[in-house]
């Protein structure tokens, strides 16, 4: 029977009552959102906080808010929330392929994206898609709030900006027009983590080429986006040849380890062929919203 | 810690420790054992309980988290001596063998049936994707849910035990007829 280690548990009543009782119960607080990657952790006992601070009342930070060219999203969002919401498919159809692979159905009633974001897991497939979309992430802490793009959020493997101290509030996803983006992901079985996984999120000029672009790879050992792909593509009109060029730079760039899901050359592969159907798939859809 | 929720529909209090998960407080403390508990890792989905009626892996959540909350186990499918629809289709239609993920796949059947009262097929295998049965295959589920959906108000199974032992029930049958389907296609 796996339990956790003994710790108290305070539910917070606000962002400003959270970030006061981390401080009070200090380094060995925790917060817990959905649960679904600390509570087995703890019942592991990889993770021992002494202090749970459970932020699931805090209904203000669970909503999806569209303010001026930005797509507002609360940390406490449940994957199921975004899974469902037409809003986010038709700004960022990435989101929605992406959560339609994550976890199952009843994990995603509970997970959030606050918590996929802090828990930082290789393989967790909204920082990719937080990464192709250029989003921020907003922080508050005691010294008040600070904004951050995913480069400088991400700290490596299950490392993050967000201080001990700190809360993850909400992500801001840039709206931009003619834009398209996609996330493909193969998986052993359903609800499983990914093997591997990519994503792409592009913006077209108004002549049909790509204006910007970006590609991220999942499980893949890769942490940040491969560049050598965005330079290759900008500039370009979309065609398969690019794609096809595309992948072989991602396929270059990642650096998969071989472990129970699969050997190197597999994974290799996999981002190779990944990028180039998540590629085309962004393009198609950012031509359609011309069109549109 | 004192908690306190609704556990189908009746108030419970408790003095707990905080990292009871749900699935021992229910089954344990409150004593209802019809929630089951297995993989204990979140990927199995016995545990699944409806948490103010959305489907949750109980050994995932701590009883503290749930406190406030309104809480559905398979106990509280049935209203007095009357089963649910979903309830009667898995009797009608074979949707368990050992028992096991029963519980589990009920509730969630429920719930989706509350969110969509006709889902399609690919619908049903969605919603239990996240839960494992080692007996059925699957398809006896699949349909015990779209009997539910077919006699939202229940109604009388049909299906008497002599004709489920001697295999002239139609749900046997179907199987059958899908069965070969299968082998010709392959
Ligand atoms: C069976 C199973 C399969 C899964 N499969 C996948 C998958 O395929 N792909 C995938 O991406 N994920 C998968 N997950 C993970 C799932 O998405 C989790 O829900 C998610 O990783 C964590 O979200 P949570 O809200 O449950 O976070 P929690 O477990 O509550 O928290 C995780 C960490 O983040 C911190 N935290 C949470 N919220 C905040 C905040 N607002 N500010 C600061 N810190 C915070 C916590 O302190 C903790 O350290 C799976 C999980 C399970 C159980
Ligand atoms: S016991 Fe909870 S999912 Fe298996
Ligand atoms: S009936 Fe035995 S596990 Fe489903």
Redesign the pocket.
């Known amino acids: 029977m796996q339990i956790p280690a003994p710790f108290d548990y305070v539910r917070a009543t606000s962002v400003d009552n959270a970030l006061e009782l981390l401080s009070r119960h200090g380094a060995e607080s925790r917060v817990i959102a959905g649960g679904h990657s600390l509570l087995p952790m703890m019942k592991l006992r990889l993770s021992r906080p002494e202090w749970l601070i459970d932020i699931n009342d805090l209904y203000e930070l669970d909503f999806i808010l569209r303010d001026g060219d930005k797509l507002r999203v609360g940390a406490l969002t449940r994957h199921t929330t975004l899974l469902e919401s037409d809003e986010i498919a038709a700004l960022f159809p990435i989101v929605r392929d992406a959560e339609a692979v994550i976890a199952d159905p009843v994990v995603r009633n509970r997970g959030t994206i606050g918590g996929s974001l802090c828990q930082a897991d290789p393989a967790e497939d909204l920082s990719t898609v937080c990464d192709v979309l250029g989003a921020e992430a907003v922080i508050r802490g005691p010294a008040g709030e600070r904004i951050l793009a995913m480069a400088d959020f991400h700290r490596g493997p299950y490392e993050t900006a967000v201080g001990q101290d700190e809360l993850l509030c909400e992500l801001r996803f840039p709206i931009r027009p003619r834009a398209g983006s996609a996330y493909e992901k193969v998986e052993r079985r359903v609800g499983d983590w990914a093997v591997g996984a990519a994503g792409a999120s592009v913006t077209l000029a108004a002549d049909g080429t790509i204006a910007d672009a970006a590609v991220g790879l999942t499980a893949l050992g890769l942490a940040h986006t491969v560049a050598e792909a965005a330079g290759l593509l900008r500039g370009q009109q979309p065609r398969e040849e690019l794609f096809v060029e595309a992948g072989r730079l991602a396929a270059a760039a990642c650096d998969p380890v071989a472990d129970q899901r699969g050997p190197i050359d597999y994974k290799r592969h996999l981002a190779d062929e990944l990028t180039r159907r998540v590629l085309r798939q962004a393009c198609a859809r950012a031509a359609r919203t011309q069109e549109g | 810690m004192q908690i306190n929720m609704t556990v189908n529909g009746n108030e419970v209090t408790s003095d707990i420790e905080p990292r009871v998960l749900l699935v021992h407080y229910i089954r344990e403390v409150l004593g209802l054992t019809g929630t089951h508990w297995g993989c204990d890792t979140s990927n199995c989905g ?1 545990c699944v309980v409806l948490m103010d009626g959305q489907p949750v892996k109980s050994c995932t959540v701590l009883a503290a988290m749930a406190a406030g909350h309104d809480i559905r186990t398979v106990e509280g499918l049935a209203s007095g001596a009357t089963l649910d629809p979903v309830q009667q289709g898995f009797m009608e239609e074979h ?8 519980p589990g ?1 009920m509730l969630t059947a429920r719930a989706l049936l509350d969110k969509n009262p006709h889902p399609d097929t690919t619908e049903i295998r969605k919603a239990i994707s996240g839960q ?5 295959g699957y398809a006896t ?1 699949v349909r015990s849910v779209q009997w539910a959906a077919a006699h939202p108000a229940g109604g009388d199974t049909d299906a008497t035990v002599d004709e489920v032992i001697d295999g002239t029930d139609t749900a046997v049958e179907d199987i059958a007829a899908e069965t070969q389907d299968a082998e010709v296609k392959s």
């Open positions: 016995t949707g368990l063998q050992c028992g096991f993920c029963t796949m494992i049965c080692r007996c059925t589920i």
